[in-house]
């Protein structure tokens, strides 16, 4: 993770990351805070700025690095996926998690 730490110290904030990776398992896990609150579509409700946090940390971490962070969000992923259904109206510009309901 020293990876993580040296780009959370040159192109992000130190700690986004952690609070990131906290925020998208609150927004998708059951007993969790809901993944989209009443009547707020905001990306913080929403749980969509978290996981483009971690998508722009995945993009920006050197190769090597990627795996270890992929192998937090992987579960995360798989759970929103299993909770989520595909939205027929969204854009496939869209990222992928923007593209379920």
Known sequence: MVAVI??????????????ALLAWTQAVLPGSVDRIGPGCMCPE???DAPRQRLE???IALPRRATP???????PIDRRF??????NPRAS????WWQQRR
């Open 45 to 47: 409700c929403s749980g």
């Open 56 to 58: 722009q940390a995945l």
């Open 92 to 95: 496939p510009e869209w990222p």
């Open 6 to 19: 040296a780009l959370e110290h040159t192109r992000m904030q130190p700690g986004t990351v952690a609070e």
């Open 68 to 74: 270890y962070l992929y192998a937090l969000i992987l």
């Open 81 to 86: 996926l299993a909770r989520t259904s595909p």
